[in-house]
């Protein structure tokens, strides 16, 4: 047998069982004929230039299950701020559209208010007064008010 393989016989024969099982999972990924192989390699290498960076107390299926929450808590997070936006937004709609209700209402009862004023004005024959309220907004207010409009 090779120094290599002996070498790799006695840390396999030291190793916990649960991680052992991660070796064998990543010994038959690189056993595979297939495109992905150099990829997994890659991606052992990159994961190797940690090694020794985190304590060997780390359990990273806690510190995943800890980023699964925290991305649960932040994708609910985003909802609520999105709905909250929606009714904003929907709220905001909803002003414009009465604003513009109510100036489109204002217009229409101003007009009739005015075209009621020039027909009493016709009505009494006051021409003076109708061509004068035309130009003067201050005395066609007072005519309002004493036809009661």
Same mark, same amino acid.
């Given at each position: ?6 070498? +790799? $016989?006695? /840390?396999?024969?030291?190793? #916990? @069982? %649960?991680?052992?099982?991660? $070796? $064998?999972?990543? !010994?038959?990924?690189? &056993? ?14 990159? !994961?190797? &230039?940690?090694?020794?960076? !985190? ?10 299950? +800890?980023?699964? @929450?925290? &991305?649960? =808590?932040?994708? =609910?997070?985003? !909802?609520?701020?999105?709905? #909250?936006?929606?009714? *904003?937004?929907?709220?905001? =709609? ?6 513009? #209700?109510? *100036? ?9 208010? $005015? ?11 006051? %021409? ?8 003067? &907004? ?6 309002? /008010?004493?036809?009661?409009?």
């Amino acid at each position: 047998m090779s120094i290599l393989k002996q070498e +790799a $016989v006695n /840390i396999i024969e030291n190793m #916990r @069982e %649960y991680v052992m099982a991660e $070796v $064998v999972d990543y !010994l038959r990924n690189i &056993s595979n004929e297939n495109s992905q192989s150099s990829e997994r390699m890659e991606g052992y290498r990159i !994961l190797q &230039s940690f090694a020794g960076i !985190l304590p060997s107390d780390f359990d990273y299926k806690k510190e995943l299950e +800890a980023m699964r @929450e925290e &991305s649960s =808590q932040d994708k =609910q997070k985003r !909802l609520e701020y999105e709905a #909250r936006e929606k009714a *904003v937004r929907n709220y905001n =709609q909803g002003l414009l559209e009465a604003e513009e #209700r109510g *100036v489109k209402l204002g217009i229409q009862q101003g007009a009739q208010r $005015v075209n009621a004023l020039n027909a009493l004005l016709l009505r009494d024959k006051r %021409y003076d007064d109708l061509l004068r309220s035309t130009n003067d &907004s201050d005395f066609q207010q007072q005519l309002m /008010i004493h036809y009661g409009l």
